[in-house]
Every structure is written in C-alpha cells, then in structure tokens.
C-alpha cells in the first residue's frame, strides 16, 4: 500500500515511525538533525496522518502495522534500515528488531511493557483526548514542556489524533500486545523521565526484556522531540551507531 511519508538527507535510511493518533510530522523537530547523517523517511502508518487504513480485512495491530512499514521500504528500494519509534512506533521498531528485518532499531517510550492498570490509564487518556479541545493543559500528559510547542503544531497533532481511522482498532488491539520475541540486532531503548503517559517504571520492564540499561531522557516526555530535539537526535545516531 502507499504510505505518505517525507524524506530528505543522505546516508544510510532510517525510517522513523510515529505513536498512535500521531502523524510523521512528530519527527519534524529532529528530521533536520538527523538528515546530516541518515537518508531520513518518516512515516505515517496505515490509518494514521495522511495515509490510508489497511486493506479491507485486516485488523489494524501492531503486527499488521510492522508488515505494512516493512512493505513500504521495500517499495522504495530499501533493504534493512536502521528504525526508529516512539510510543507504538517503538513497539513497531522492537518487532521488526525481532524480527532481523532492520540493521538497528531505537524505541523511545515503547508500547507493549506496561501492566493492565497502566493500561487502561492510557486508553483512558487518548480517549479523553481525541473527544476533546486541542488545549496546553491536555498536551503537557505527552510532552513536559508543552509551550515550546507552537499553536499551529498543537493544532495540527490534534487534528490527526481525532481524523485517524486506526485509532479505536489499534487502541483496541493493545489488550493483546505481548514483549516483542528477543532481539537479532542492536537495539536501543530510551525513556522520557517525565513520561506521564507510559510512566518510567514501564522503562524497568523494558530494561529487563532488552538485557541492558534504557537511556532516561531528562526533562522529557513521552512524546520528547519538541522537549530536547538535541538530545533525541544524539539517542537515534548513537543507536544507529551500534550496528558498527
């Protein structure tokens, strides 16, 4: 299927993905950064921004999702990028590592490693926010420092979290969303010290899955381009590093 994405920069791809109700343009603060080094395509998933749902009859899940992405970049030419994600993208991400698809794979506040409480808290969350106003108070669950997000970002991320055709489906699909299987090449897990969304403890979890340290990104969210653009840039070079 044909997916919207930007692409831009030189070097080896990397293919960014976005979390649910988002779209490719979360990346926009770090695409720059990130293109000195890398062939950067940033993409949106199926049912998300501007991309069509999935074919009639296949259910909108992670594994479904991680198929489609994996298409996509075979489409364009494109054999074992680096990947990065957040949120469901970084599931996203931890699977196609299962998977040996990609060369390495960077996951910032992935999904998947949170219990059924926390669970339901963020459904409850998104829910709550894709029934109602684009407002600052609201951002700051996502992002910790919600005024250094302009009004018309603001806006347009909203707008994308209440248009996505994949977002009950998906949402829904995370009851059953278990660990990735473990991973066949480098990866990298970071993780917002301020993530009110997936809180920290969830980081613990995804520590132990991986058999290494998760990076804790200070002063940051869940949603951490806008927070640190620096910082998650360094976090997604270095992981692309790792494959060296």
Known sequence: MELVYRRTGAGPPL??????GHHWQAWQPVIGLLARHHDVIAVDLPGFGASPPLPPGTISTAESLAYAVEAFWHDLGIEEPHVAGNSLGGYLALDMASRGVCRT???????????????????????????????????????????????????????ALKDAPGFYETLDAFYWLPPPAPPKVPVTIAWGDRDRL????????????????????????????????ELVARVLLSGARAAN
């Open 105 to 159: 794979a960077t996951a910032i506040s992935p999904a998947g490693f949170w219990s059924r409480t926390e669970l339901l808290w963020l459904r409850s969350v998104l829910k709550l926010m894709r029934a109602g106003p684009a407002t600052r108070k609201g951002l700051g669950l996502v992002v910790a420092h919600p005024e250094r997000v302009s009004d018309e970002v603001m806006h347009a991320g909203w707008q």
């Open 15 to 20: 293919v960014l993905m976005h979390g649910i």
């Open 198 to 229: 997936t809180p920290t403890r969830q980081a613990v979890r995804a520590g132990r899955w991986a058999q290494k340290r998760v990076h804790l990104l200070r002063d940051c969210g869940h949603v951490p381009m806008t927070d640190d653009p």
